[in-house]
């Protein structure tokens, strides 16, 4: 596809962002299932945050172009093809991963309402209702989010700029593959819908993977194009779930178990692969200090937040210390990642675990220095759970850069989470 040409010739009104309910992150459907069978009355609020101050996404993208983005997704169902899709597929070589109960209602199901307005240079977009729903916004309200800000600055350049901005990201980006494919061993997966340029570019990236790096290529955690290109989808669970359990904790003790009850109740649901611990949304030492035993037998563990080398070998020592054999064990890294670091990671890991990777926004937005005044480099943009219940939410991360909520409940949880001083870094994206 001439993605540039594309670009020119309708100024992107043919192509909305979002083309279904499944063009969406597929760890996204996992918890859903998850929360709809175990927490389907919790009321939830989601609210995007852009970490990146500068980018006044207010002053860059027209509210009526995003209304009118929001309220295409509002009018989005399963089509009968995607329908069927998830109740027949093998994900993770299981048959059936998706219940006939949940699917009978995700069929049914239309986002709920959004709330948006401006503020001080900024959107502040908000969802409020029952949290199968009202999280199903997440992935896509990003989406939109970076893609118009996107748009924006493509509306700007000629015919000739979009095509020599395209050439030169895509052999920037075959330039990466390359490196990639001669790491022995390599397993990697696109992670980036959330942050991406755009659906079109995500999906060129996808078909670059698949023939640039063969079986190095593991999947793509996007639904939508999984399906359309016949690849694994890829995905598990993400800090929501333990955010919105501690929320509803009603003591300090409670508290302190919300995060592996978490992991029990996706104990009882998956198996295999699909087991993997995710430990740094209120400390990783603490957590894995104090964790059951029975998770030390599970596949692996996600890095998502901190140095990931450092996380890497807390995870050995655990699993050492526990009984367990490392070099059976998954590691994931899925944070911020580009070349240099995955290249790193993997010749300092090899043959201690088994090595996988999850690249994201720098892999499906990596326009750095290809527009004016690199007007087109990806940022820091999320949409977290802020509150359960009327409850606030609180995110601590092995990097205080992304923790989130209210300051005194911040103090809180580090005290029940006996989280002690944390070495700051870098959000990038």
């Known amino acids: 596809m001439d993605i540039a040409t594309r670009v020119y010739n309708h100024k992107w009104k043919i192509d ?44 860059l993208i027209d509210e009526g172009e995003l209304r009118e983005q929001l309220d295409h997704i509002r009018s989005l169902s399963l089509s009968r093809g995607e329908s069927t899709w998830l109740r027949g597929n093998t994900f993770y070589g299981k048959r059936q991963m998706f219940r006939p109960d949940f699917m009978e209602w995700f ?93 079109l570019w995500q999906d060129w990236c996808v078909q670059a993977m698949m023939e640039g790096l063969g ?6 955690s996007n639904c939508l194009i999984a399906m359309k290109r016949e690849v694994e989808a890829i995905g598990t669970n993400a800090h929501e779930l333990p955010m919105v359990y501690a929320a509803l904790a ?70 050492q210390d526990r009984g367990e054999d490392p070099t059976q064990k998954l590691v994931i890294f899925s944070d911020g990642l580009d070349v240099d670091q995955i290249e790193s990671l993997s010749a300092q890991f ?40 009327g409850r606030p939410t609180v995110k601590l991360s092995d990097n205080p850069e992304k923790a989130m909520g209210p300051k005194d409940e911040i103090e809180r949880y580090k005290r029940v989470f006996g989280v002690g001083e944390q070495e700051r870094r870098e959000v990038v994206v």
């Open 107 to 199: 069929e049914n199901l239309r986002l709920p309402p959004y709330h948006l307005e401006k503020i001080d240079g900024q959107y502040e977009l908000t969802f409020e209702g029952s949290w199968p729903e009202v999280m199903l916004w997440e992935i896509p309200a990003l989406a939109v989010l970076m893609e118009l800000r996107g748009r924006a600055v493509l509306n700007e350049m000629g015919r000739f700029e979009l095509q020599v901005l395209y050439a030169r990201a895509m052999t920037q980006m075959w330039e990466k593959v390359q490196r990639l494919r001669t790491i022995d061993g390599l397993k990697i997966a696109d992670f980036g819908t959330r942050r991406r340029h755009s659906f």
């Open 16 to 59: 909305p962002i979002v083309r279904s309910l499944i063009d969406t992150d597929f760890y996204k459907l996992l918890m859903c299932q998850s929360v709809f069978r175990n927490k389907p009355d919790t009321r939830v609020a989601f609210s995007l945050i852009n970490r990146s101050k500068t980018v006044r996404l207010a002053e």
């Open 215 to 220: 079986d190095k290529f593991t999947g793509t």
């Open 250 to 319: 009603e003591t300090d003790a409670e508290l302190a178990e919300a995060p592996y009850q978490v992991l029990a109740d996706w104990h009882e649901e998956h198996s295999g692969n699909l087991r993997i611990i995710l430990p740094d949304t209120y400390g990783t030492d603490g957590f894995l200090k104090r964790a059951p035993d029975w998770l030390a037998g599970w596949t692996g563990i996600r890095i998502d937040s901190g140095d990931p080398a450092s996380g890497a070998e807390t995870a050995i020592c655990w699993w």
């Open 350 to 389: 090899a043959g201690r675990v088994r090595v996988s990777f999850g690249w994201g926004t720098l892999l499906t937005n990596d326009f750095r220095g290809l527009a004016p005044n690199d007007a087109l480099a990806p940022f820091s943009l999320v949409c977290k759970a802020v509150s359960a219940n």
